[in-house]
């Protein structure tokens, strides 16, 4: 028994459903994997609050609202279950931009030590 227009048309169209979402998927995946924690929160005289971002959501000083737009539901799941925010100098944050493994309390009183 041969297959309908219609059949053959909702296979094609789940067929292409599934590979756009794969790919909106992955490429969230991958700039996530190359992302870092970036200054979401500024006090006077430090910063208050580190936020995950996914490599091209922050440029220069600035969040990039438009493509955080695009990316919404993966980006809250991804702040939500994998990269939690964290605050300045007194809780644990992993740095992700080569200093893996250290955490920002490290970091600055290694920065302050060099002074």
Known sequence: MQKSWASKASTVLAIAISSLLCIYVGVYAFLSANGRYEAALLGLDHVKLYGWAPAGFHEGDRWNGSRMQVFLPLYVLDRRYWHHDCGGWNHDCVETNGDAGKN?????????ESR
């Open 104 to 112: 920002k309390k490290q970091l600055f009183s290694q920065h302050r």
